[in-house]
Nanobody, 127 residues
Framework: QVQLVESGGGLVQAGGSLRLSCAAS????????MGWFHQTPGKERDVVAA????????YYADSVKGRFTISRDNAKNTVYLQMNSLKPEDTAVYYC????????????????????WGQGIQVTVSS
């Protein structure tokens, strides 16, 4: 079991940056593949970025490639999403997700691949 808590959201002007953090409970964080998703009202929750347990394998949605960076610090039980050059269309609730995955080196892009979710955090980008 792992509990996830997001932080770092807020209001930012277009072109600005934010860094989201997701702190995980437990002592086996490095056994979990992690992902960031976002959701806007009336729409499904979509993957933004994902990272494997080992090897630093990453995935990015086309809409954020070159602007967002996912990373993890296993010593701090934390995964990050650095968001640069933010656009109004990035406005959404962002969720952190975890999937137990023993050193497969894989990332996961679908919502149903993940078992654990944070409560979500609002990111608003003004034009």
């Amino acid at each position: 079991q792992v509990q996830l808590v997001e932080s770092g959201g807020g209001l930012v002007q277009a072109g600005g940056s934010l860094r989201l953090s997701c702190a995980a409970s437990g002592r086996t964080f490095n056994n979990y593949a992690m992902g960031w998703f976002h959701q806007t009202p009336g729409k499904e929750r979509d993957v933004v970025a994902a990272i494997s347990t080992i090897g630093g394998n990453t995935y990015y949605a086309d809409s954020v490639k070159g602007r967002f960076t996912i990373s993890r610090d296993n010593a701090k039980n934390t995964v990050y999403l650095q968001m640069n050059s933010l656009k109004p269309e990035d406005t959404a609730v962002y969720y952190c997700a975890a999937r137990r995955d023993y050193y497969s080196g894989s990332y996961y892009r679908t919502e149903d691949a993940y078992s654990y979710w944070g409560q979500g955090i609002q990111v608003t980008v003004s034009s």
